[in-house]
């Protein structure tokens, strides 16, 4: 294992996190911004601002099952240095956009880097983490992806109100370069080959799936489908209510909430076990779904935040940290794969269903069902995941 020292937050492990932060910040950004730049700089429809932020899923979604064999075949330094770089020379490149074509096929290979630096980095954040701190050190890795929800959108929508937006495109690459600069500063090191994986030239299931990440994997697709009401649609709920001017403090009450209790979280996880902090955090995050579904005033918008912060903020970390500890170091590239395929598709589905829901049966319905569906994975949880913890 490659780690600095016995200390969590070791000098790799920050550049880890805040490259991590950087890459978040810039994506969430982009989705803030990007139907408003659509409408105004290139003329476009509201129809057309959905296919540029579809088209960026469906990449990342389709290439996302066969990351983890990427990786497997060209190695963690240059799977994570290459997409860094790639990722960067995107990021300049929406400087010359000129139709929206040009915008649509920009995105869609963007989409394709996102998708393997986001797996490449996971575990190269892990072999940073000392062994007996990893759900501790896993958690505040994820908080920096959470993170990037408030300062992103925060960072384009101030931008812009002053400038153009050339130049928050500049900012944001400006902001990726850092990032890119923090990766090369990482020393990543290679696990070395076996012999099947040299010999092997045929690509077959196990190459692209890991089937041990798929119950958890499961979890975090259901766990997204319920969270693509919050990530997708408490904008609009909050406008329907008017209360669109609290919708930005909704945020920061997540995050804020999700910040305090992460190092409660994290030493519980690594003490206790996973079910310890995933049980209560599944209540938190139901809980916060029946506040939302009640939504009058900007108190119970602020309120329900904390529940959700605490719970969703919670899951997510623990999950994924599941997914990793379940696989040698050598298949943790496919678990990553594996569980994030299965996440992007519950959020990717989710923000579909959740539309037809609305529109069928209102907001408060929609959310009382979500909460439902969080305590539906709780159970399959408790049947399917749960199970083979204790047995490990």
Not at 80 to 97: C, H, K, N
Request: charged residues 10%.
């Amino acid at each position: 294992m490659t780690v600095e020292s016995n200390r969590l937050w070791n000098r790799t492990f920050i550049l880890c996190v805040f490259n991590n932060l950087f890459l978040f910040t810039y994506y969430f950004a982009l989705l803030a911004v990007l139907p408003i730049y659509i409408m105004k700089d290139l003329g476009g429809t509201v129809e057309q601002a959905g296919w540029a932020l579809t088209l960026f899923l469906i990449s990342s979604i389709a290439i996302r099952p066969f990351s983890g064999l990427i990786i497997q075949k060209i190695g963690k330094r240059l799977s994570f240095r290459g997409s860094e770089f790639f990722f960067v020379l995107f990021a300049l490149s929406y400087l010359w956009i000129d139709s929206m074509w040009s915008l649509l096929l920009i995105r869609f290979l963007h989409g394709i880097w996102f998708s393997v630096l986001t797996t490449v980095a996971v575990p190269i954040a892990n072999d940073f983490i000392p062994e007996h701190r990893k759900g501790e050190g896993m958690g505040y890795y994820v908080m920096s992806t959470n993170l990037g929800v408030v300062f992103g959108p925060l960072l384009a929508l101030t931008v812009i109100q002053f400038a153009s937006f050339s130049t928050l495109f500049v900012v944001l690459s400006g902001l990726m370069a850092i990032g890119l600069i923090f990766c090369l500063c990482i020393n990543v090191k290679d696990s070395p080959k076996n012999v099947e994986q040299v010999q092997s030239k045929k690509i077959n299931l196990h190459d692209i799936i890991e089937t041990k990440a798929i119950p958890v994997g499961f979890v975090a697709l259901l766990t997204a489908f319920a969270y693509s009401s919050v990530m997708s649609f408490i904008t609009a709920y909050s406008e329907v209510k008017h209360l669109l001017a609290y919708t930005g403090i909704f945020f920061i009450v997540f995050a804020v909430s999700m910040i305090l209790v992460r190092p409660l979280v994290g030493r519980m996880y690594d003490r206790k076990g996973p079910s310890s902090v995933i049980y209560p955090s599944f209540i938190f995050f139901a809980i916060g779904l029946v506040i939302v579904s009640f939504l009058s005033n900007q108190w119970v918008m602020w309120g329900s935040a904390i529940f959700i912060g605490i719970g969703y903020g919670s899951l997510f970390p623990c999950l994924q940290t599941i997914a990793i500890q379940s696989v040698s170091k050598e298949r943790m590239g496919h678990s990553i794969s594996t569980f994030f395929t299965l996440f992007d598709l519950g959020l990717a589905v989710g923000s579909i269903i959740m539309g037809l829901f609305i529109a069928w049966m209102g907001f408060q319905m929609t959310y009382m069902i979500c909460a439902l569906i969080v305590l539906f994975t709780l159970l399959f949880y408790k049947v399917m995941v749960a199970p083979a913890l204790v047995k490990n």
